[in-house]
């Protein structure tokens, strides 16, 4: 049974953090020199992250009573809710159990009287064996040739997990195969994507949980057409088993897939429980498990799962999820943060905030809710960031000086996919080490700043003593893993997951439904016929619309 929102802004505990925030200065200098515990004590470790929130703007108090919070918001049963299947989408009426994707082959879950592991692991396996087809060559195109090539086609959930994944495990991907990805109903994605490309050699994978999804059906027929052309250009061709041998799909609709032509033989389900922007983990994951590998895929699983069972079994107070969803509804709450910067110091992790901004903003973009009520509070900030350090050369500044609180989290390893060494002035440098200086630097300079008297001292002329001062005081939280594996990349995405369902659940929000993305949509096969041409649609557009649209007709050739 799910239980109605708890409203926070009600709670002791949000009364005890609002009088906190009154009289709160923080001192991220003085904190650190009269409590040389500190760093230790607010550090923490789940799998193989370690996670330091000294630099964040926490203290034993604000700990205490964020943890007061989520008792009396019922974080916990809402966790094992969720854990257990019951239905907490209350919007969609299902359950919500992406962490099923990632159970052992041992483990048992029973939902509405079936057990749901057995039928993962079917998929599982089915989904690995072609992998292994495809990347050993035994799977051939319509000509006999292995593939080269495999474009997945999705969007949102069903294209950023992947290529985020994809581009994150470069260093294990198979020598011999590419992926590309077309998500964007944007004709140059396809157009660019599929330039250069050798039919006979190239495999689609049609990930769609609905199979309706408009950008994906029409690229996916897109795909179909050009395949089909340029194989008959070569020659004669059956046309449905070069459909059968180039295509396959992965959706929860399986009539769907076979209505487009797909054998369902060669379609890896799953299931309505899975959210489209947690699913990278389930059959939505097989151009990744053709790049990397079945064996790489389940350590991938094992990563998320390590996280799972730390958000599951680990008491709160030492929990790095739920503690890092709390410390988040500080910053947006009571301190009035807008946004997040997620900054990985990992060119692989490059697609890593994309990935997450789906997650985050889909997630937790809610103004009401699970039983309808409006919000009382701000809800999902919005997240951002880029590569470090890239971004200390474009937008660091603001976070450095500007007017606004950004907490950020930095993310770095110990280990390079890439060991290069500078030789300079006769000397090997160790780049890794270069990039881990700028890592360590930006926090520091974060947390501490820099005063006038430290800016005087260095004979600064006076008029620009001010702009040459850091406040400091501005949070950051420093993630370190030993290497990017794929097990530590399922560690980091899980770690997100269960960060933004603290939040949700916080807020009282249904963070599995996305409704704010209907209306656009519903819009746009209404204002289609205008754009082609018709009159009387056009008609019916506000003003603006109407001279937008004639603006593209004149200047369309
Ligand atoms: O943007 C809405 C959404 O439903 C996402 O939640 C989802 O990941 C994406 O569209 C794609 O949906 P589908 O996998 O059904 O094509």
Redesign the pocket.
């Known amino acids: 049974m799910t239980r109605g929102p708890v409203d926070a802004t009600t709670t002791d505990a949000w009364k005890a953090l609002t009088e906190l925030r009154a009289g709160f200065e923080p001192d991220l200098r003085s904190w650190f020199a009269d409590d040389p515990g500190r760093a230790s004590r607010f550090t923490f470790e789940a799998a193989d992250l370690h996670v330091d929130l000294s630099k964040d703007l926490i203290t034993d108090d604000l700990l205490a009573g964020l943890l007061a919070l989520a008792e009396q918001v019922g974080l916990e049963a809402r966790r094992d809710a969720m854990l257990a299947g019951e239905r907490i989408n209350v919007t969609e009426d299902r359950a919500v159990l992406h962490t099923a994707l990632r159970l052992p082959a041992d483990a048992s879950l029973v939902v509405d009287g079936t057990d749901v592991v057995p039928a993962v692991h079917e998929t599982l396996a089915k989904m690995y064996a072609f992998a292994d087809r495809v990347r050993s060559g035994e799977w051939t195109g319509v000509t006999g040739e292995r593939i080269r090539t495999v474009v997945n086609i ?7 997990g992947p290529v985020m994944a994809y581009e994150a495990l470069e260093p294990f991907r198979h020598p011999e195969i590419e992926c590309r990805f077309i998500s964007n109903i944007d004709p140059t994605d396809a157009g660019q994507k599929l330039k250069g490309l050798d039919p006979a050699t190239t495999l689609f994978v049609v ?7 408009l ?2 059906l029409t690229n996916a027929r897109l795909a179909r057409a050009w395949l089909l052309d340029a194989l008959a250009e070569n020659g004669d061709v059956d046309r449905a088993d070069a459909v059968r041998k180039h295509f396959v799909a992965v ?1 929860t609709a399986l009539d769907k897939v076979a209505d487009f032509g797909i054998d369902p033989e060669n379609a890896f389900g799953f299931w309505d429980w899975v ?3 947690y ?1 990278v983990d389930s059959a ?1 994951g097989t151009s990744l498990a053709i790049a990397i590998g079945p064996e790489r895929f389940g350590e991938f699983l094992g990563g998320f799962h390590a996280i799972d069972k730390h958000f599951a079994e680990t008491p709160l107070a030492q929990n790095v999820p739920a503690l890092m969803g709390l410390l988040n509804v500080w910053y947006v709450n009571f301190l009035d943060a807008q946004t997040h910067a997620v900054l990985p110091y990992s060119q692989l992790l490059h697609r890593f905030p994309a990935y997450l901004q ?1 997650l985050t903003m ?1 997630s937790n973009g809610k103004s009401v809710r699970w039983d309808g009520t409006a919000v009382t509070t701000d809800t999902g900030e919005v997240f951002w960031g880029e590569p470090g350090t890239n971004g200390q050369h474009a937008f660091y500044q603001l976070i450095h000086q500007g007017t606004r609180v950004i907490p950020a989290d930095f993310i770095a390893f110990a280990n390079p996919a890439y060991p290069l060494a500078d030789n300079h002035d006769g000397q090997d440098v160790d780049v890794h080490e270069l990039f881990l200086a700028n890592f360590f630097a930006q926090t520091q300079a974060l947390a501490f700043g820099k005063t006038d008297e430290q800016v005087r001292a260095e004979d600064t002329p006076e008029h620009i003593v001010n702009a040459r001062v850091f406040s400091g005081n501005r949070p950051t939280t420093s993630i370190m893993a030993p290497a990017l594996t794929p097990g530590v990349l399922g560690q980091l995405v899980a770690l997100y997951e269960h960060i933004t369902f603290t939040q949700g659940v916080v807020w009282g929000i249904d963070s599995f439904d ?1 409704w704010g ?1 209907e209306l656009g949509k519903q819009l746009a096969q209404q204002i289609s016929p205008a754009v082609s041409g018709d009159a009387s649609t056009a008609r019916q557009q506000d003003t603006s619309t109407q001279s937008l649209i004639a603006y593209y007709r004149e200047k369309r050739q």
């Open positions: 999705g969007i949102g959930g069903s294209d950023l990930s769609s949980k609905t199979f309706s999804t950008e994906t959706s959210g489209g922007r699913s939505i789906q889909e996305q993305v």
